[in-house]
């Protein structure tokens, strides 16, 4: 592995290389709050489970987290209802974009992967009829990954979902009529935009999601915030479905486990090693990052770190 002062600089200047594609992206606009981000900012942050943190560009700049929080939402699932909770969510890649509603018919209302929205919003309702205070019980878990008590959610974010969130509520309601939803869908889906709207750093993720590159066990307090297996099980499903329908070719040009959001942020797991989070606000096709792949693909390039 490289020494610690090389990753710094190798950081800066993947940071440089991957600007020109700034423009070749769109923020994303179906969330009317996101839609004010500025384009042309990038972060990336490299946390090691040996303690380093490695920073290039913006990286204590706050973004919406979307569809990353669907990591956490899941491990906090599989803590509540065990294997029980393959009975309600599926293992496989969808192939199809994240909100797509198509599969959930022909599948009788059980969602590809955890990691789309439809299978996102059933492990919200597991964590809203299992959590007297499901939002509360969120933001701790959070809280205490990242060993920072400031994380919070962001009203304007969380209230521009739920005026837009038609899509959603609409996965939710057909789910609902196959009997896989249990709580009511309007408390579904406050949980599932408030973890949306997280708002959080690239340092912060980073140092969050250590413990999936270290069997389950966060470095920092030798926490075991899931088990080995589940960690493993977690990263499985990132690497087969976190990118979503552009996972294949993920995994083909970088080859981690990893997972994206519509803010902009993109984190990918190295088994033993650490967590790569970059982030930039424009997107492409696929609701991907366009300079946060850039980046950690060259990352991953650069230290060789592809699992295959
Ligand atoms: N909150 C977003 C939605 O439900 C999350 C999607 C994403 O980040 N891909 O549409």
Not at 75 to 95: F, I, K
Not at 272 to 284: E, K
């Amino acid at each position: 592995m490289k020494q610690p002062h090389a990753i710094t600089s190798i950081l800066q200047q993947l940071l440089q290389q991957s600007q020109p594609l700034y423009r070749e992206g769109k923020v994303a606009n179906y969330i009317p709050a996101l839609a004010n981000v500025a384009p042309e900012q990038a972060a990336i942050a490299v946390a090691t489970i040996d303690g380093q943190l490695h920073t290039a560009g913006a990286a204590d700049t706050a973004f919406s987290l979307q569809s990353v929080s669907k990591v956490f939402g899941l491990v906090m699932a599989m803590n509540r209802l065990g294997d029980d909770l393959w009975h309600r969510v599926n293992m496989e890649p969808s192939g199809l974009p994240f909100n797509s509603i198509v599969q959930l018919e022909w599948e009788k209302g059980i969602p590809r992967n955890p990691v789309i929205n439809a299978g996102a919003i059933v492990v919200s309702d597991v964590l809203v009829s299992h959590y007297s205070a499901s939002k509360n019980a969120f933001l701790t878990f959070i809280r205490r990954l990242a060993n920072n008590e400031h994380i919070y959610a962001d009203q304007a974010v969380y209230l521009s979902e739920l005026e837009h969130g038609n899509r959603n509520a609409a996965l939710a309601y057909l789910m609902k009529s196959f009997g896989n939803i249990e709580a009511e869908v309007p408390q579904v889906l406050a949980h599932y935009f408030h973890q949306c709207a997280t708002s959080m750093n690239c340092q912060q993720l980073a140092t969050s999601l250590l413990f999936l590159a270290n069997r389950g066990v966060q470095p920092h307090n030798n926490e075991q915030v899931c088990s080995r297996r589940d960690a493993h099980r977690v990263n499985a499903i990132l690497s087969t479905s976190g990118m979503y329908d552009q996972s294949g070719e993920f995994a083909f040009k970088v080859g981690l486990p990893a997972k994206s959001g519509v803010g902009g942020a993109i984190v990918a797991i190295v088994p033993q090693f650490g967590v790569i989070t970059a982030w930039s606000p424009a997107l492409n096709k696929f609701g991907n990052s366009v300079v946060g792949m850039k980046l950690i693909s060259l990352f991953a390039e650069e230290l060789g770190l592809s699992l295959f």
